[in-house]
């Protein structure tokens, strides 16, 4: 059987040479065209597993595997050429350049024509094109983070990493942001999201990771998570 397209794998690690292990043993994977979720309680290691796939904390043990090639002892930076598209929580937009200069520096890796690409972005984020000549700090939570997620699709990246991507938006906003992360998976990508709004998350989800104290407590379809007791009881209120 094949690996998955992106897979950490048996990741143990934490933040700095002598910081304690924040993730244990944990396996997190993504297939092309797949919506992979990672939810659980705070402090669970959520964040921390998408960051280690990112390249941003030493793993001790484990790898990371991108279609076929072991990019473990990559940089962050590496792995953004590689393919990795990664939309942190927070800061993850420049406020006083314009809707499209903020595309534009998404593109800073390519040397090829990327104007179909942004044709393409704007296709998929309507509002965006409407008010591409505008400051992006001038725009709704919802609107920054479709900004964030367009940005990153502007290296053409082989898969798309989005860390809270919902975080302090409104249920209505949180809804169209979900649309459109579906939309964007519909073209082949794979996407790894790290949500607090689990039940909500798990809705979207082809594939679910329940962490636990930085360790698998349980994985499965979005609909066997969400249908599962225990993870009902635990970390959907019921």
């Known amino acids: 059987m094949s690996e ?34 990672i939810v659980g309680p705070n402090g669970a290691g959520k964040s921390t597993a998408m960051k280690a796939l990112f390249g941003m904390l030493n793993l001790r043990g484990g790898s990371v595997m991108l279609d076929g090639e072991d990019i473990s002892k990559l940089s962050p930076q590496d792995r953004v050429v590689k393919g990795m598209g990664f939309v942190p929580q927070t800061s993850n937009i420049f406020t006083s350049m314009t809707v499209e200069e903020n595309l534009e520096m998404g593109a800073f890796i390519r040397t090829d024509d990327f104007s179909d690409t942004m044709t393409q972005i704007y296709d998929l984020f309507p509002i965006l094109k409407e008010k591409r000549f505008q400051a992006a700090g001038e725009l709704s939570g919802g609107q920054r983070q479709q900004v964030a997620v367009g940005r990153a699709l502007m290296t053409q990246p082989k898969v798309l990493m989005l860390d809270e991507p919902t975080a302090g938006v409104s249920p209505i906003v949180m809804d169209e942001l979900f649309d459109r992360i579906i939309d964007v998976a519909r073209t082949g990508i794979p996407i790894l999201m790290v949500e607090q709004n689990a039940r909500q998350a798990l809705e979207i989800a082809d594939k679910g990771y329940v962490l636990v104290q930085g360790a698998n407590g349980h994985t499965g379809t979005g609909k066997e998570l969400l249908a599962d007791p225990d993870v009902r009881q635990s970390f959907l209120g019921g």
């Open 4 to 37: 998955p397209f992106l897979i950490g794998k048996n990741m143990t690690g934490g933040y700095g040479k002598d910081g304690p292990d924040i993730l244990h043993d944990c396996t997190i994977a993504a297939e092309k065209g797949e919506i992979a979720v």
